[in-house]
């Protein structure tokens, strides 16, 4: 049988797939079987190489080690045989596929102005290890939300979700449907909502949203202040900012 070498990355930290597949790989497999959540591979590298890894160290001290497999996805290495050079790894929900980006779901209003100010002050002023880019969806009159749409997929591809929560009594019916497709597609530490706090403008959120996921403000300054802190602390599972 003839053998088909496969590219293999290992992932320390998160990075996006397109800068992935522009380093060097670290690792070289021969896939034998893949399952729908499974895979199992040799590896073709030298044995002394594969054992002098960082990644192989890691997995010798019992941690997650994780690999971007070309053509096939992100995976888990579950067990490795050296002496018959076999892998066998797990299918996992490593975030690979996100880009960096953060996408706002606006509301039309005051406070929606006032919050895209804000989140491009932070992408502006905020160092990273990939540079971040503000998202927005964009509100078009009589426009139906498709789910194959370039906007669903951006929605989707973003780091954290951000919406526009504010509004007299209900939300905005466009926010209200990209927040819903977002809390199925997308973990709750990716989910940011904003809500101006002003007797008037209460809108009813459609589902519960934890409080480490909200962010209620009372006037610009206190967003400004605000914000910063909260997206800083739902990016940090990526570990993009610089110390």
């Not at 953060?102 to 540079?131: C, G, H, Q, Y």
């Not at 929605?155 to 951000?162: D, E, G, M, N």
Request: hydrophobic share 40%.
């Amino acid at each position: 049988m003839a053998i088909i070498a496969l590219r293999a990355w290992y992932l320390p930290q998160y990075e996006p797939l397109e800068h992935i597949e522009q380093r060097p790989h670290d690792l070289r497999l021969n896939k034998s079987s893949l399952l729908k959540t499974a895979l199992r591979a040799d590896f073709l590298d030298d044995l002394e190489t594969v054992q002098r890894s960082e990644w192989f160290q890691r997995y010798r001290l019992g941690e997650t080690v994780e690999f971007y497999i070309e053509g096939s996805g992100s995976y888990t290495i579950a067990n490795i045989d050296v002496l018959s050079h076999e892998i066998y790894f797990i299918k996992s929900d490593r975030l690979s596929y996100l880009e960096p980006t953060l996408f706002f779901s606006p509301a039309d209003s005051p406070s929606s102005d006032e919050i895209r100010t804000a989140l491009k002050a932070f992408v502006t002023n905020t160092p990273s290890r990939f540079p971040l880019e503000l998202v927005e969806s964009p509100r078009l009159a009589n426009a139906p939300l498709h789910l194959e749409s370039p906007v669903i997929t951006q929605l989707r591809r973003s780091l954290i979700f951000i919406a526009d929560g504010s509004g007299n009594e209900q939300l905005h019916v466009m926010v209200a449907l990209e927040l819903g497709y977002a809390l199925a597609s997308k973990r709750r530490n990716q989910l940011l909502v904003i809500q101006q706090e002003h007797p008037s403008q209460r809108a009813c959120l459609p589902i519960e949203v934890p409080s480490s996921q909200r962010l209620i403000y009372s006037d610009p300054h206190e967003l400004r202040e605000k914000l910063p802190l909260v997206l800083q602390g739902l990016l940090k599972p990526f570990e993009l900012f610089r110390e």
